[in-house]
C-alpha cells in the first residue's frame, strides 16, 4: 500500500520546468508590444524633431565646432531618452501586470520565474535598441548632410578670401572627416544602450523590492546620479583617509551596491573628434555584461522569494 501511495505521487509531481528561451523571446515580444500600447512612440517623434531642428539650427562658426555641437546635443538626447524609457517602463511592468491580473495568469502556468524576469527586461532593452537604432540612423544622417554642406560652404568661404591652398583644402577635409559620420558615433551610441541595460537591471531589481512605481523611480534615479559621480567620491572620501588595499577594496564594494556608470562615458571623446579604440568597447560591454549577470541574478532570488 505504501509503494502504490509512492507511486502514485510520483507520478503526479510537478515536473521539472526547465529554461526556454523560445519563452524568453514569447514574453519578451509580448512586454515590447505593452510598452509600446504605453504611447512610447510620442517620445521618439519628439526626438527626431528636435534632432532635425538642431542639426540645422546652429550658427556657423566653424565647421568644426558645429558639428562637435550637433554630435554632443544630439548623444545627450539619447541618453536621457534610453535611461527615462528604461527606468520607467520597468518601474510600471510588475505594478501594470499585477493590477490587470497578467502575472498571475502567467505564473500560474508552466513557466519559471526567472523566464518571466528575463523576458520583461528584454522587451524593454528592445525597445530601448530600437529607439537607438532608429535615432542613429536619422543622426547619421544629419551629421553626413551637415557634414557636405559645411565643407561646400567652407571651401566656398576659403575660394572667395583666395585662400583655398592645397594645404587648406587638405586640413579643412581632415576636420570635417574626423568630426563628421564615422564609426565612433556608432560606438558612443553602443556604449548608451550598454548604460541603459544596467540602468534598467537596477529598476527591474528594485521594482521587485519596493511596492510603489515612485519609490523605484526615484531612489534609481538616485543611483544613476550617484553611479556618474564615483570618481569624485572615491577622490573625495576614499583617496584622503584609506590606503591603497582599503581604497581598493571600498571602490569594489561601491561599485557592486551602485554601478560605475563613468565607465560608459566616451560621449565627449566621440564629439571632440577622439578615435574609440576597440579595447575600450571590449571592456564596456565586458562591465555591462558583469553588471547584467549579477543584477539579474539578485534579482531572480529576490523575486523567487517574493509572496505574490
Request: with cysteine; charged share 10%.
Amino acid at each position: 500500500m505504501s509503494q502504490a501511495a509512492t507511486q502514485t505521487s510520483a507520478s503526479i509531481s510537478t515536473p521539472t520546468v526547465r529554461f526556454s528561451p523560445a519563452r524568453v523571446w514569447t514574453l519578451a515580444h509580448a512586454t515590447m508590444t505593452q510598452l509600446m500600447r504605453m504611447k512610447i512612440l510620442p517620445f521618439l517623434l519628439v526626438f527626431c524633431v528636435l534632432v532635425v531642428v538642431v542639426g540645422f539650427g546652429f550658427s556657423v562658426i566653424n565647421p568644426e565646432q558645429q558639428l562637435s555641437q550637433l554630435k554632443t546635443v544630439s548623444l545627450a538626447a539619447l541618453q536621457i531618452f534610453s535611461i527615462v524609457i528604461g527606468v520607467v517602463s520597468t518601474a510600471l511592468l510588475l505594478p501594470k501586470d499585477m493590477e490587470d491580473r497578467t502575472l498571475y495568469t502567467i505564473l500560474s502556468k508552466p513557466v519559471p520565474r526567472f523566464d518571466y524576469l528575463l523576458g520583461k527586461l528584454c522587451g524593454v532593452l528592445m525597445l530601448i535598441a530600437s529607439g537607438l537604432v532608429i535615432m542613429d540612423a536619422l543622426l547619421s544622417l544629419v551629421l553626413w548632410v551637415q557634414q557636405a554642406s559645411l565643407f561646400d560652404a567652407a571651401v566656398a568661404q576659403l575660394h572667395q578670401d583666395k585662400q583655398d591652398t592645397p594645404e587648406a583644402l587638405t586640413q579643412l577635409r581632415e576636420i570635417v572627416a574626423r568630426q563628421g559620420l564615422t564609426w565612433n558615433l556608432h560606438w558612443a551610441v553602443w556604449a548608451i544602450f550598454l548604460k541603459a541595460a544596467v540602468v534598467t537591471t537596477v529598476a527591474l531589481l528594485l521594482s521587485c523590492i519596493a511596492s510603489s512605481t515612485l519609490f523605484t523611480i526615484v531612489i534609481t534615479f538616485c543611483i544613476t546620479i550617484i553611479g556618474h559621480g564615483e570618481s569624485l567620491i572615491r577622490d573625495f572620501l576614499f583617496q584622503p583617509y584609506l590606503g591603497s588595499t582599503a581604497k581598493r577594496a571600498a571602490t569594489l564594494i561601491l561599485a557592486a551596491i551602485c554601478p560605475d556608470l563613468s565607465q560608459f562615458d566616451i560621449v565627449d571623446s566621440v564629439a571632440n573628434g577622439q578615435i574609440v579604440p576597440w579595447t575600450a568597447v571590449y571592456d564596456m560591454t565586458g562591465i555591462a555584461a558583469l553588471y547584467l549577470a549579477a543584477y539579474l541574478f539578485i534579482t531572480h532570488l529576490v523575486f523567487v522569494e517574493k509572496e505574490l
